[in-house]
């Protein structure tokens, strides 16, 4: 897979270079602010690129507006946007283009190596990499229909909105697959969703019904 | 003997100077204040009265000339009360644009009018605009004032005219012998009736006090315009009152910046450097925790240079983090300003030496300013004064806390270039301290800080 970094810390994007050349990535570009990532993008036309959001020169949300600019002039290319805090507004602006090959992950989870590269991955692939934070806050803002799921079809709902395969659901959950099929087929149900197939479909299903 | 070797030159700049104080470009811009400011002075009054008279005239009444109509007399009044305050604060403002640009002294605004609501609101709010009143009683005070303005104008005037006479004498005197002329009469600002001269030598009598007028004249002027000036801060100002009221607004507006600017310079910090440190950090032990994982041993340089970087970024953390704790608040400042200055001053790369002599601690907000500020200025003059020493005296003379910070370096320190010394400023306002700066080019710069000893 072929990734550009865009990181203003020097540390954390000598940290990531490493992490990902690691596990056998290839990191075509590195660099510090919005701009040099859009050119970067453009040259290397990668699968991901994984951005900071508060770069210089203003360190508000320069690799958000790069992030939005690349998926509407780059669409092959997936963006995960990672941060030191996450912001509600921020999820929602990146989510409003649709949540296909988009990620966006607090900096902390690069501390789980695979569960990190993991995202990655499932977002150049066309996936979607939400943070538990932000997902936490859509189940938050709650529709009433959450009620009716159970304590566990809720937990597989937040662990499918952040974007995961059942595999991933079922790993993370310590049960078979085959139950997570169960209760996905049982939220589904409950909430009364069209049932999709594929994960990234069944993704944004989710997505739109916790936002709508 | 040394002081008489000492005395001479400055007895004679204090001479020359004196001589040449008609000529400074103060002196020109006071007589030229006179004599603009003095047609208002007196116009004003003059104005009122005749107002009043006319309305006496012109009101209904018995229409002989010769009776003043009171009804007229009583109305003219009546306008004249409601409208001084108004006139009074245009004229009050004309007269601040002019001492500021004429004389540099700024006096900061009165409160603007505020007016009130229906006729008898508004009527009432200017029966009691306290500042258009005390305008009003500018122009009144005034009135002595501008003319003895315009007495020390006469200085100037008599004093040159005086000068000239020695040099039209001989065109006008050369009569014959027989003929016998009047004297020749001449004005000093000192008597009403003029002196008599009749012969070429007393007119070098006369150049002799035009040249002495002249020279008293800038004194005289000077002594009405600060007259003037005294009046025009006392009552053309904002009041005491507002003035303190405008000062700790603009000192709370400072401060709620400030703390909000250090919060976000605060957040900034942490997150540039020990979040963006732990981050790493975290990703590094995650890297080396997943290779341990799968199987160790051949991958065990990685593991150690990994383990290592992670080492390194810890005690990197760490060390960051204690520099901005201790940017917060440093804990020894607990134990008293003198150690502070002390734990300061070893850090510094250039020489300090520290006295302080504290018999009783200020409030820990005092403290904590005095030590920001110390610091501060410690800092600048490492980074700009190239000074071989500095010195950090710390006092408490009358109750007060004084800091002084003096270095021997080049000087040249300006509050107006740059926001650090400006920042001071406005931290030692906002507990009403003051700050004040001498550094002329070349040095040395001394900077001392008065604060009250408790917020």
């Known amino acids: 897979m072929r990734v550009v970094i865009a990181e203003d810390a020097a540390m954390m994007r000598e940290g990531l270079i490493r992490l990902l050349a690691d596990r056998g990535h290839r990191v075509c570009a590195a660099v510090a602010d919005g701009e040099a990532l859009l050119t970067a993008v453009a040259e290397h036309g990668p699968d991901v690129a994984v951005v900071d959001i508060r770069m210089p020169p203003t360190h508000t949300d320069e690799g958000l507006r790069a992030a939005i600019d690349i998926r509407r002039d780059h669409p092959a290319t997936g963006v995960l946007v990672f941060s030191q805090y996450i912001e509600p507004r921020y999820?929602?602006?990146?989510?409003?283009?649709?949540?296909?090959?988009?990620?966006?992950?607090?900096?902390?989870?690069?501390?789980?190596?695979?569960?990190?590269?993991?995202?990655?991955?499932?977002?150049?692939?066309?996936?979607?990499?939400?943070?538990?934070?932000?997902?936490?806050?859509?189940?938050?803002?709650?529709?009433?229909?959450?009620?009716?799921?159970?304590?566990?079809?809720?937990?597989?709902?937040?662990l499918m909105a952040e974007g995961r395969s059942n595999a991933g659901i079922a790993a993370s959950l310590c049960i078979s697959t085959g139950s997570v099929e169960k209760h996905v087929a049982g939220i589904f149900t409950k909430l009364d969703l069209p049932p999709s197939q594929g994960d990234n479909r069944r993704v944004l299903a989710v997505l739109h019904y916790l936002r709508s | 003997m040394s002081a008489m070797a000492t005395d001479p030159p400055s007895v004679r700049r204090t001479l020359t100077a004196i001589a040449m104080e008609p000529f400074t470009r103060r002196a020109r811009a006071e007589l030229l204040y006179l004599v603009v400011a003095a047609p208002t002075g007196i116009a004003v009054p003059v104005g009122a009265v005749a107002f009043l008279i006319i309305m006496g005239f012109l009101g209904p009444g018995p229409a002989k000339p010769e009776n003043v109509s009171f009804a007229g007399l009583a109305a003219g009044a009546l306008v004249l009360l409601v409208l001084a305050p108004r006139l009074a604060r245009r004229l009050g403002s004309f007269h601040r644009r002019l001492t500021a640009r004429l004389l540099g002294e700024r006096v900061a605004e009165p409160p603007s009018f505020r007016p009130g609501r229906g006729v008898l609101g508004r009527l009432d709010a200017r029966l009691r605009d306290g500042a258009g009143w005390r305008a009003v009683a500018y122009l009144l005070l005034r009135v002595p004032v501008a003319l003895l303005g315009l007495y020390a104008v006469e200085y100037w005037g008599t004093g040159l005219v005086n000068l000239s006479y020695p040099f039209w004498w001989g065109l006008f005197r050369n009569h014959p012998p027989d003929v016998h002329l009047d004297p020749v009469p001449f004005l000093t600002p000192l008597r009403s009736h003029p002196f008599h001269i009749a012969t070429y030598p007393g007119t070098l009598l006369v150049f002799a006090a035009g040249a002495a007028s002249l020279l008293v004249a800038p004194w005289v002027t000077r002594a009405v315009v600060l007259a003037d000036r005294w009046l025009i801060r006392n009552l053309l100002g904002p009041g005491r009152l507002m003035q303190r009221v405008r000062d700790?607004?603009?000192?709370?507006?400072?401060?709620?910046?400030?703390?909000?600017?250090?919060?976000?310079?605060?957040?900034?910090?942490?997150?540039?450097?020990?979040?963006?440190?732990?981050?790493?950090?975290?990703?590094?032990?995650?890297?080396?925790?997943?290779?341990?994982?799968?199987?160790?041993?051949?991958?065990?340089?990685?593991?150690?240079?990994?383990?290592?970087?992670?080492?390194?970024?810890?005690?990197?953390?760490?060390?960051?983090?204690?520099?901005?704790?201790?940017?917060?608040?440093?804990?020894?400042?607990?134990?008293?300003?003198?150690?502070?200055?002390?734990?300061?001053?070893?850090?510094?790369?250039?020489?300090?030496?520290?006295?302080?002599?504290?018999?009783?601690?200020?409030?820990?907000?005092?403290?904590?300013?005095a030590y920001f500020c110390a610091a501060e200025l410690l800092a600048n003059a490492v980074k700009h004064s190239h000074a071989n020493t500095i010195t950090i005296h710390v006092a408490e003379p009358n109750g007060c806390l004084l800091l002084v910070v003096t270095d021997d370096g080049v000087g040249g320190a300006d509050p107006a270039r740059g926001t650090g010394l400006s920042g001071l400023a406005h931290r030692v306002g906002t507990v009403d301290g003051r700050m004040d700066i001498a550094s002329p080019p070349g040095g040395p710069t001394r900077v001392s800080i008065r604060l009250p000893p408790h917020a």
């Open chain 1, 91 to 158: 999820a929602a602006r990146l989510l409003e283009g649709g949540a296909a090959k988009m990620g966006y992950l607090l900096k902390d989870r690069v501390a789980d190596v695979a569960e990190f590269t993991d995202a990655l991955v499932r977002v150049a692939a066309g996936g979607t990499a939400l943070d538990p934070e932000v997902v936490g806050l859509l189940l938050r803002a709650g529709r009433p229909g959450l009620d009716m799921l159970t304590l566990r079809e809720r937990e597989v709902l937040a």
């Open chain 2, 248 to 369: 700790l607004e603009q000192t709370r507006a400072q401060a709620v910046d400030d703390s909000a600017a250090l919060l976000r310079r605060l957040e900034r910090d942490l997150h540039d450097g020990a979040q963006a440190r732990l981050a790493a950090l975290a990703m590094n032990l995650g890297l080396a925790k997943e290779k341990l994982g799968d199987d160790g041993l051949d991958q065990l340089a990685q593991i150690r240079e990994l383990v290592e970087a992670a080492h390194q970024g810890a005690k990197d953390a760490l060390g960051e983090l204690r520099d901005l704790a201790r940017g917060i608040h440093p804990p020894i400042l607990d134990t008293g300003l003198s150690d502070a200055l002390a734990t300061l001053a070893v850090g510094s790369a250039i020489p300090v030496e520290v006295t302080t002599e504290i018999p009783s601690r200020p409030t820990p907000a005092i403290e904590t300013i």
